[in-house]
């Protein structure tokens, strides 16, 4: 009995060991200790993965992604509120000179760019033909002064043979035909001397005309100035401009008074008040200011580009320099900077700090006017974005609202949401406009640094 199991318990040639139950073992000891490290691995792979997963998590919860940006103070600045516009300069005396009689140019006293006085000869037009009128206008005077010589004499003899007539009806020796006769002759003759009245004075109406014309045949300038542009030339012959709309012969500026007219649109003529202050630029001289004042703001608009989707509405402004200068010519471009407003002290902060976030639209349930009870419409109601700056405390910017006011070229006004000192995040773009939240987590960076990550992207 010993010997048999002893048998049973021994190995057999193939190297496998019995079972109790006499059955052989499926797998080696050497397999069962490599499954064993390989389920270790993959434990240890996915505890890993487990853990990513938390600290991501925890991560969102606690402000998401780490960003980037520069910070500034809130701080008090003057600002000055500024509107640019375009035009060109333009006397504000300025005269077209045209003739007001028609004929040949047979002097031409000065030439362009030179400076002339009021009353000084510009021109002088043939006036041979003005004078045969004036004489002609002279004979039709007299010849009219003529004939109510002879009617008024006509008058007083048929006055006379009226009395006679009437003395011989009183004594019963002229019949009432004869007295009927003779005062028709009186009344007619009255007639004929209010004619010839008229006659004289129609005559002489014309003769003053016709020597009021030959006095226009000499033109004299109406102001002082510069002759700006000169289009007629000696020999010309010219157009009356009584009987068309006349020939510009040139034109005369006064050049000391000197104003610019520029276009200011719809939205900013508004800003723009009389008094209102102005730095000049004038194409023609670079490097240069000159001072402005506004005289003017037109009432009625002017249209650019009508018809298209590009259509602008502007307005007229006048500005006049404070101390003209001699190169300033009439025509020349030139760019308005007008001072609108400006305050002291104001807390302000960059202008690229102040963005905006959309609100959510509101709904109103509003019964239709058809049917009260059944039909209801929902009317949005959407408001104004709110204007919001990023205000930077830790490690963390949060979203506040803030109101503003008046703004220059680089900085704006905050009148309330902030007090000076505070920390506002000025960039970059991207961040303050789109990736910022509320309680995001940042990295304060310099704006050298910025310059270079903005290189690379």
């Known amino acids: 009995m010993a010997e048999s199991r002893t048998d049973e318990e021994t190995t057999s040639v193939s190297g496998r060991t019995a079972s109790p139950a006499g059955r052989n073992n499926p797998e080696p000891p050497v397999r ?18 487990v853990v990513t997963v938390v600290v991501a998590v925890m991560q969102r919860g606690e402000g998401g992604d780490l960003f980037d ?11 000055i509120q500024t509107v640019t516009a375009t035009g060109a300069i333009d006397p504000l005396t300025q005269v077209k000179i045209s003739p007001e009689v028609s004929g040949e ?33 002279q004979a039709q005077i007299s010849g009219a002064r003529s004939r109510m010589a002879q009617s008024q004499a ?28 003779a ?20 005559a002489e109406a014309a003769s003053r005309r016709v020597s009021q014309s030959l006095v226009k045949t000499t033109i004299v300038s109406p102001i002082s100035g510069v002759v700006t542009k000169l289009i007629s030339k000696l020999g010309e012959k010219v157009v009356g401009a009584i009987q068309m709309s006349g020939t510009e012969m040139m034109t005369v500026a006064d050049l000391s008074t000197i104003e610019t007219v520029v276009n200011v649109t719809e939205t900013d003529v508004v800003k723009v008040a009389i008094g209102d202050t102005a730095d000049v630029e004038v194409d023609a001289i670079r490097g240069e200011k000159f001072r402005a004042v506004v005289t003017r703001i037109a009432n009625s608009p002017k249209e650019s580009g009508t018809g298209t989707q590009e259509q602008v509405i502007y307005f ?21 900077t007008i001072e609108t407003d400006k305050k002291m002290n104001a807390l302000s902060v960059p202008i690229q700090c102040v963005t905006t976030r959309e609100k959510k639209e ?35 910017v949060y979203a506040r609202k803030v109101n503003t006011g ?16 505070d920390q506002i995040v000025s960039g970059s773009y991207k961040a303050i406009t789109k990736d910022l939240k509320d309680s995001s987590r940042v990295k304060v960076i310099d704006e050298k640094k910025a310059n270079q990550n903005k290189a690379k992207q």
């Open 105 to 137: 140019i047979v002097y031409l006293g000065v030439e362009e760019g030179a400076h002339v006085t009021k009353g000084q000869v510009l021109v002088r037009i043939n006036p041979q033909s003005m004078i045969a009128e004036r004489d002609e206008s």
């Open 32 to 49: 069962r200790k490599k499954k064993s490290r390989t389920g270790l691995v993959i434990g240890i792979v996915l505890l890993l993965l």
């Open 183 to 202: 005062q028709a002759q009186v009344k007619i003759a009255e007639a004929d001397v209010s004619a010839a009245k008229y006659s004289v004075a129609q």
């Open 69 to 79: 940006v520069q910070v500034t103070s809130a701080t008090p600045r003057t600002i």
């Open 154 to 181: 006509q008058l007083l003899r048929n006055q006379q043979d009226l009395a006679r007539v009437q003395a011989l009806a009183d004594k019963k020796l002229a019949t009432p035909q004869e007295l009927d006769a």
């Open 362 to 396: 509101k709904t109103d349930d509003i019964p239709d006017k058809n049917d009260q009870v059944q039909n209801l419409n929902l009317q949005k109601k959407v408001e104004k974005p709110d204007q919001i700056v990023f205000v930077k405390q830790g490690d963390r």
């Open 316 to 336: 007229e402004v006048r500005l006049r320099f404070l101390q003209p200068d001699t190169r300033l010519r009439p025509g020349m471009t030139a760019v308005a």
């Open 406 to 421: 008046i703004r220059d070229d680089q900085y704006i006004e905050i009148t309330s949401g902030l007090k000076a000192g």
